[in-house]
């Protein structure tokens, strides 16, 4: 009661962003029951009849399911791997530039893609990759190569994804790591360069310790996602003759929640993956606490 | 002094993300969902603008043509109605959501019978007495007499859920556009009208230069992989005598034209085109969009066009190749020939139904003036032309100066849809609920001659007129999926054309087995003659 007291202003304030995030986050969560039910608009949630566990069922019976189950995954893996460590990498190696305009014109030019649609950025892309029209081919022609249809082949999909998707939002990604790059102690520099450390040893001892608490919190935040996929990208570039490897849950959600009302199909289809993804955080969290001796991890 | 500044700031602080959470609530409360640029604060005031009027004007909620893109409030349309028929009129947008969060307009429209039984099952439709609906719009009901068979379509559970529409010429069906300059080029003649003469022309289009540029840079058709049917390529499986996922009635049996095996035929005679570099490898990622573009560009030489696209020489789709390419000329022609005959996708006369919302069957009295504007809007002229063309003089006149029947045309200022949106045309318009008689006397009588000339109706449409079957929700989507996929690539090589066997394996055990046994219960019990 005292810390109440002390800190009235504090609390006062604390409880209306509490308020706000309770009636719209929380509040509403009850709508989950109806993965649970057979929802119907005139009944609404509460008189909606109840069929239990019926639409997991249905969802890990259906035969497709495990093909985007692995398309969803993989692709993420592949969004990890190569997606994740990207602005990192950008923004270390930019932080190192001398020139200050430099490094501010670089950054502006760079968010800029992330505002773009992605139904204009997939138009770009196929178009870059048309074997007749496009600037790929157009290289590719330069080195002798016959132009492929990349977007006409399963194998090349995945590739797609992962690179237009770097692309997009390797700028916007970076301000973090930026941010984080600009509190480290420039003192801490120069007395390694007066150690004799070169440019390499520095950014490798020095930089990225420094931001490893912002990089294991982006690491979990992004594990939560695992199970989504950028849905706006992936159903603007998907054609027919990729759906085996490019199909995922949320694209085969669209296709089958919005024809007839499937509320209650699609929720539980959502619950699936918030539940994948609260575990994974978990989890996640759990290890880089042990691995950084309780420094480290989201909470 | 710091105290009193530190408790003013978070103070202030404090109130002003509560008027801010505050306005959210009422934000959401009053969703209304609608896209469009404009968010209508709807406040229902019913204010009688005419005071001697002694019944209070009825309230209805209505919901706009589905093809406008948004809500224009108290527009000119509006408020004739609203004098007219004693009544104040709430415009919504329609869209699932607004559906889902329990919004039901009291009248709006859908496109398809799957629609409408989708939203029955949601309870969201009231249902309507054929007796009352024939009492009430005598002159519909006579001009629709002879294609009762749409009723059934949104028959269910022995009632009737939707008043259906209906279209006998209809200026969106499909035919073939042809490059003739690049026909002449190539020293073809006789604009093709068989099989075999359309694949020579399409052959000397890839292969002969037409453009003259000497660059091997052309096609002759292409086709729209992405889309949910393949545009491009209708009229060459109409000439096979099937659709892909179309219902066909074959002896009296009911087959999907996605298995059946005048598709394989079909199949193979694009697989060959392909191979042959006929059609534009491009296909499989070309859309709706990028398909007339293809032909304005010189990139292909023939498309499927709707007759009022290109069938006229002011069709919008020739005036715009003219003017992109002032050299180039075009020539409007059937459909091919083949050995299955000749047609292309042909919704039938299939047109949109207008629906009830579920509180109506409540107030009687809503529902005797919804039917008095419907009957207005099917059979008198004044009201169908405020409500579909706008004011006369205003927003349109007659083609011919003078003339008191015939075409139309929308005067300047008003030729693009969103002007006469603004003013609330269309908004309310029902469009195809009026009389055969209206029709007569409004068409353009040029128009009607092409659709008559070129029209390959009513060959290859929907058996069942495109009934909702009771599985259709569990499969359709995904067989159409798996037809689009082994389709284009036994088109593109990648499988050979055996491959088909395996397709049609696969569409019956997935659900197209089950889906073929509803279409033919349902066509013995309701379509058979």
């Given amino acids: 009661m005292k810390t109440i007291r002390k800190h009235g202003e504090l609390f006062a304030l604390f409880l209306f962003a509490f308020a706000f995030f309770f009636v719209f986050k929380y509040g509403p969560l009850y709508g989950v029951l109806i993965a649970f039910k057979d929802f119907r608009v005139v009944e609404g949630i509460w008189g909606s009849p109840w069929v239990g566990f019926h639409h997991f069922a249905e969802l890990f019976q259906n035969s497709d399911f495990y093909r985007l189950l692995k398309n969803t995954l993989l692709l993420n893996l592949y969004l990890l791997l190569f997606a994740f460590p990207a602005p990192i990498v950008l923004a270390l190696m930019l932080n190192e530039v001398r020139s200050r305009y430099f490094q501010r014109f670089i950054q502006t030019t760079m968010y800029l893609p992330h505002f773009v649609s992605w139904v204009i950025m997939s138009g770009l892309v196929i178009y870059f990759l048309s074997p007749t029209s496009g600037v790929v081919a157009e290289i590719a022609g330069w080195f002798g190569q016959e132009p492929v249809f990349y977007m006409g082949k399963k194998e090349y999909f995945r590739p797609i994804v992962v690179v237009s998707a770097i692309l997009k939002d390797l700028g916007w990604g970076s301000i973090i790591y930026f941010a984080a790059l600009a509190g480290i102690n420039p003192e801490l520099q120069e007395s390694a360069v007066i150690d004799g450390a070169n440019r390499w040893q520095r950014i490798w001892k020095i930089n990225i310790p420094s931001i490893m608490p912002t990089i294991a919190i982006m690491f979990i935040l992004s594990l939560g996602g695992f199970l989504s996929a950028n849905f706006e990208q992936i159903i603007n570039l998907l054609n027919p003759v990729v759906v085996d490897t490019g199909d995922v849950i949320d694209t085969y959600v669209y296709r089958v929640g919005l024809q007839q009302f499937q509320y209650s199909y699609t929720a539980a289809i959502g619950l699936f993956k918030s539940l994948v993804g609260l575990l994974l955080i978990l989890g996640a969290n759990l290890t880089i606490r042990k691995l950084s001796k309780g420094e480290n991890g989201l909470w | ?529």
């Fill in chain 2, 1 to 529: 002094m710091l105290m009193k500044h530190k408790k003013a700031t978070a103070a202030i602080l404090a109130a002003t993300v509560a008027a801010g959470l505050l306005a959210g609530c009422s934000a959401n409360s009053n969703n209304t969902n609608t896209k469009a640029s404009e968010s209508p604060n709807v406040n229902a005031s019913a204010t009688p603008s005419e005071t001697e009027k002694p019944a209070e004007p009825i309230e209805i909620t209505w919901g706009i043509h589905f093809q406008a893109a948004g809500v224009v409030e108290n527009t000119k349309v509006e408020k004739w109605l609203e004098e007219k028929y004693n009544v104040k009129i709430k415009p919504v947008k329609v869209t699932d959501a607004s559906i889902a969060s329990g919004e039901v307009p009291d009248i709006f429209m859908l496109g398809d019978p799957a629609n409408v039984s989708a939203y029955q099952n949601q309870g969201v439709l009231s249902s309507i007495d054929p007796a009352m609906l024939k009492e009430k719009m005598p002159e519909y009901s006579a001009d629709i007499e002879k294609n009762a068979k749409l009723f059934q379509t949104v028959t269910f559970d022995e009632q009737l859920w939707a008043i259906p529409m209906f279209i006998d010429l209809k200026p969106y069906d499909l035919a073939m556009l042809w490059r003739k300059d690049w026909l002449d080029k190539v020293g073809i003649t006789k604009t093709p009208e068989t099989l075999e003469e359309f694949e020579k022309a399409v052959y000397a289009f890839a292969q002969d230069d037409p453009d003259g540029n000497n660059k091997k840079d052309t096609y002759g058709l292409t086709g729209t992989a992405t889309s949910t049917w393949s545009s491009g390529f209708y009229s060459l499986f109409g000439a096979f005598g099937v659709e892909p996922t179309m219902w066909h009635e074959k002896n009296g049996e009911i087959i999907n034209g996605s298995v059946a095996p005048e598709t394989k035929e079909a199949l193979a005679k694009l697989r060959q085109w392909f191979a042959d570099g006929v059609i534009d490898p491009e296909f499989i990622t070309d859309t709706q969009d990028s398909y007339r573009k293809k032909l304005y560009n010189g990139r292909i030489g023939v498309i499927e066009e709707q007759i009022a696209k290109g069938a006229l020489p002011e069709s919008g789709t020739v005036t715009e190749m003219k003017s992109l390419n002032p050299d180039s000329e075009l020539v409007f022609a059937k459909n091919p020939v083949g050995p299955g005959g000749h047609g292309s996708w042909d919704w039938g006369v299939k047109s949109n139904f207008i629906v009830f919302g579920n509180k109506v069957q409540e107030q009687p009295e809503k529902l005797e003036k919804l039917f008095e504007i419907l009957r207005a809007q099917s059979s008198d002229e004044e009201t169908i032309n405020m409500t579909t063309l706008g004011e006369k003089g205003v927003h349109w006149d007659f083609a011919t100066a003078g003339a008191t029947s015939g075409a139309t045309k929308f005067l300047t200022g008003f030729e693009k849809q969103e002007a006469r949106d603004q003013d609330g045309v269309r908004l309310f318009s029902m469009g195809n609920i009026t009389t055969q008689a209206y029709r007569e006397k409004y068409s353009n009588p040029a128009l009607n001659e092409a659709i008559k000339t070129y029209s390959s109706a009513p060959n290859l449409t929907d058996a069942l007129l495109f009934s909702a079957l009771p599985s259709d929700g569990k499969y359709k989507a995904d067989l159409t999926s798996l037809m689009q996929k082994y389709f284009a690539q036994i088109i593109s090589g990648e499988i050979p054309l055996e491959d088909f066997d395996k397709f049609v394996a696969e569409w019956k055990a997935r659900g197209g087995d089950e889906l073929t046994k509803e279409a033919n219960e349902m066509y013995k019990a309701q379509f058979q003659k």
